[in-house]
């Protein structure tokens, strides 16, 4: 059973700064994309960023391309998101997520992930 575990988020100011961590375990980490989704109160839960398993390409949702970087670390089955600029419109809960076939093209609908950690919350004030 694969378990995924975010931390790293907080509160912080406008123009700050935070790096969300997710750890992997009991399962292939490797060949697997992996996504950063979030889900504000009364809102859905939306794309952020993805990153792929095979290629290492890249895709980031529009309202936090050139602020946000998503990279991992195969060897220690994990996965980051580096959020710059933050901004009081990115409070939400955070999760990462790992896609749901091995090897596959890179997705950005939570359909195309099958296991999620519990989030992490980020504040960001005004």
């Known amino acids: 059973q694969v378990q995924l575990v975010e931390s790293g988020g907080g509160l912080v100011q406008a123009g700050g700064s935070l790096r969300l961590s997710c750890a992997a375990s009991?399962?292939?980490?490797?060949?697997?994309?992996m996504g950063w989704f979030r889900q504000a109160p009364g809102k859905e839960r939306e794309f952020v960023a993805a990153?792929?398993?095979?290629?290492?390409?890249?895709s980031y949702a529009d309202s936090v391309k050139g602020r946000f970087t998503i990279s991992r670390d195969n060897a220690k089955n994990s996965v980051y998101l580096q959020m710059s600029s933050l901004k009081p419109e990115d409070t939400a809960v955070y999760y990462c997520?790992?896609?749901?076939?091995?090897?596959?093209?890179?997705?950005?609908?939570?359909?195309?992930?099958?296991?999620w950690g519990q989030g992490t919350q980020v504040t960001v004030s005004s």
């Open positions: 997520a790992r896609g749901r076939l091995f090897m596959a093209p890179l997705g950005t609908s939570p359909s195309a992930y099958d296991y």
């Open positions: 009991g399962g292939t980490f490797s060949g697997y994309n």
């Open positions: 990153i792929s398993g095979s290629s290492g390409r890249t």
